[in-house]
């Protein structure tokens, strides 16, 4: 991994390495840097951590992890940085005359990226997108398998990384990383619910501040919480300033948020397989996500929640979120239909597809 922090990526890694130690899989996690330790704690202590001295690509934290390698007797890396490809020719280094099975693990849609997401300007757009896919092409070469969120990703990849007979590829989609708890003992309150960065170039947390302005007024028995902090809260507080029972959590652990919440919302640019989707679903919260990447539909099936149009509409949206506030007994089924859903995405049945990736190299 590139660093250790407190994202999604750190918290698949534990939750799964933790499933893969207790079948029996030995397991060591190498990152250059160590950002945040708070999720250190949850990881099993038979895993190893490893943190070289520079965090970064020389030859000295080269040294390090091909030492990691032959100490922790590895026979399969899992390249959770896969972009840009320098990462993947220091693993081939570190990995020489080692025997060692490398696959990929791609964590976003193939085709777009926080790089790509930021550049403004056309051209340099185009610039960006093509050395991104050049990138993507030649660490698809360099690898045993390479790892999609979603089915939906692998015509996306194929296109975006020039691989038309890609047999690479594969998909496995991310697990469940908290427990929820009883449903019998959760206690639903009238909340919509936000969990999530707060920062604009990817997340667009300004469109659920306008949808919130647009209907608070008019349901006065309902409230916003958002749980998240980023570099764009006080611009979305500025932005929400006066308006009605919004209130910012802050980076807090999302659980009891979950729990209370009926409605959860999402109306990012871009995503990969968001875990906030599934984590809230399994405690009966019913989504409403703007439809902006093909993984929606691997969790959001028309039936446990909502899917608005691309592009972003701030009156459809708004009529789909009070659609539900309006019909308990449309929010009840959707509800009952999110928590079956959930189930799918548990970390038995998603460490299985590893295993099986595992064992076949």
Not at 60 to 66: G, K, M, N
Not at 333 to 347: D, H, P, W
């Amino acid at each position: 991994m590139g660093s250790w922090s407190v994202g999604g990526v750190e918290q698949v890694t534990a939750i799964l390495g933790n499933e893969l130690v207790r079948r029996g899989w030995r397991v060591a996690i190498f990152a250059f840097k160590l950002e945040d330790k708070m999720l250190l704690p949850n990881l099993d202590k038979r895993i190893k951590v490893v943190i070289p001295v520079t965090d970064t690509i020389c030859a000295e934290s080269e040294a390090v992890l091909r030492k990691a390698l032959i100490d922790n007797e590895v026979g399969v890396v899992v390249n959770d940085w896969s972009l840009p490809f320098k990462t993947t020719l220091f693993l081939r280094r570190a990995c020489k005359g080692l025997g060692i099975r490398q696959v990929v693990n791609l964590h976003n849609i193939p085709n777009l990226n926080a790089r790509i997401a930021k550049t403004r300007n056309p051209i340099l757009k185009l610039m960006v997108k093509i050395v991104s896919s050049i990138n993507m092409h030649l660490t698809y070469l360099c690898c045993d398998k390479y790892v999609l969120l979603s089915p939906s990703f692998i015509p996306i990849f194929k296109r975006f990384a020039f691989v038309p007979f890609a047999k690479k590829l594969t998909a496995i989609t991310n697990p469940l990383t908290i427990d929820i708890g009883s449903v019998e003992q959760m206690k639903k309150e009238n909340i919509v619910l936000y969990v999530g960065r707060l920062e604009e170039r990817q997340k667009k947390f300004s469109r659920v501040a306008s949808v919130w302005r647009t209907i608070a007024d008019s349901r006065p028995d309902w409230r916003l919480d958002i749980v998240g902090d980023g570099p764009d809260r006080p611009a979305y507080e500025k932005q929400l300033e006066g308006c009605p029972r919004a209130t910012f959590h802050g980076f807090q652990k999302p659980h009891e948020f979950y729990r209370k919440a009926k409605i959860i919302l999402m109306t990012s640019d871009f995503e990969g397989f968001p875990l906030v989707l599934a984590e809230s679903m399994s405690a009966g919260c019913v989504p409403v996500v703007l439809g902006s990447f093909s993984a929606v539909h691997d969790i959001i099936d028309g039936a446990n929640g909502i899917v608005t149009k691309m592009p972003f509409s701030e009156k459809e949206y708004a009529d789909a979120v009070m659609r539900l506030m309006d019909n308990h007994a449309l929010y009840e089924a959707y509800s009952k239909a999110a928590l079956e859903t959930a189930q799918k995405f548990n970390v038995a049945k998603v460490a299985d597809c590893w295993e099986r990736l595992l064992e076949s190299l």
